[in-house]
Every structure is written in structure tokens, then in C-alpha cells.
């Protein structure tokens, strides 16, 4: 949990001080101390800025590396074994999102907001769009990762069976125990595969944190 701070005008320091912030005199910044009930101090919390704010990006989840992820499901029609790939995505990775303003002006001016980094390792899903560099990257891996309609409606980014074509969709492999991306023993976990890739990052996706117990337990390769 990141520190919180404040802005305090000098002309109110001593009310804040009063009411429980404390002065950092390294960072020069008032914050509120752990164990203080942040609910008095909550006028000098900073206020996003329009200024400060960037226009939505193309894509909305970046980092400055990644991993590509081999795993294996069992195909649900023709029952072979085929391998399947996603996206490993480190604590660093950050995720675009929108701020939405006090006053109703400020919301539908534009679409802006900010880059936040939740701080855990995740996988992602639901990919609907990927930069070309990171599309080029899986294609060394796969050419069964492709855009198609979900049965629940909606197009995303989907492996395909390497035997027989058909779609292995998200929610099985992603959301399920013991599914292609949800290890629940250290044992499943060994058996993916995770190969580091030196560039950024960028696609529009979900980034779910069901594999992160087990990640280290997974093999770790460089890029060849
Ligand atoms: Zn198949």
C-alpha cells in the first residue's frame, strides 16, 4: 500500500499537522502517517488535474517486458493434447485508466486518464488487439492465436487446437482451477513454459492475477 500524500498550502500546515499529517522533510510533502484516519485530511488530498491527465492510447495495457506463456489443454472436440499461449505480464505493467471528474464537464470534455500500476504479475486474457511488435513476437511461437467470435458474444483474440482447428476460448484455460492458466499445484505449474521478452508490452486486455501462486514454479527461458 503506497504511502498517501497531501497538498497542503503552507498557509494551512499547522490545521494539518493538527489533524494528524505528518511533514516528509526529505521529499518535502505532508502525508498521512499509518494508523491516522485519513477522513479529516481528505480536503488536501491532490486532485487530478486535467492538465495532468493523457488523452486514451491506442492501447491500454502496457509494460516495459513480458513473457510469453506455453501451456497444454485438452482439446474439447477432438480430446488431443495442443499447446496454447498467452501473455505473462510483470508487477511493472500498467494499465490505462480513465478519471472521472467531480464536475460533469470535465468527464465528457475528453477521454483522459492515467497510467496506474497495481504492482502483481498477471495474465492476459480477452485480448482484442495487440501492438504488431508483440503480434510478430507470438507469431515465432504460434500461428494459432487469432482473432474469433466467442460463444458468449464478442470477438477477441483466441488459440486455436493445433489438430483440428477448433476455438479453446478464454474462460475454461483463464477463470477455471486447474485450467491451461490457472496452475493450482506447483506440479501443473512446472510444466509451462515462460520465455522472457526484452521489448514492451502493448495490447488491449484483461490482466488476471489467477496464475501469480505459481509463477515461479514455472520454467523460465531466455528468448533464443
Ligand atoms: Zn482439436
Partial sequence: MPRTDLK???????????????WDPTLKVWYVPDGVDIAPLVQWLPVA??????????????SPYYY?????????KCFNSTRVF???LPEEHEQFELVEGEDEGFTLSANRGEWNCRGYRGTASSVSSLS?????????????????YSKAGGRYMMNHCEH???????FFMHSEPG????????????RMILTKINERFESNCGVGFASDD???CMRVQEQG
Avoid: M
Avoid at 49 to 62: T, Y
Avoid at 132 to 148: G, Y
Avoid at 179 to 190: I, K, L, M
Fill in 86 to 88: 498467452s501473455f505473462v
Fill in 179 to 190: 485450467g491451461a492458466f490457472f496452475p493450482t499445484s506447483p506440479e501443473q505449474a512446472s
Fill in 214 to 216: 505459481f509463477l515461479d
Fill in 132 to 148: 504488431p511488435q508483440v503480434a510478430k513476437q507470438l507469431s515465432r511461437f504460434t500461428e494459432n492465436f487469432k482473432s474469433a
Fill in 68 to 76: 510469453v506463456i506455453e501451456s497444454a489443454t485438452s482439446c474439447w
Fill in 8 to 22: 497542503v498550502p503552507f498557509s494551512q500546515k499547522d490545521e494539518a499537522k493538527s489533524l494528524g499529517a505528518r
Fill in 164 to 170: 483440428c482447428g477448433s476455438k479453446q476460448g478464454d
Fill in 49 to 62: 488535474k486535467e492538465d495532468d491527465l493523457e488523452h486514451e492510447p491506442e492501447f491500454l495495457v502496457r
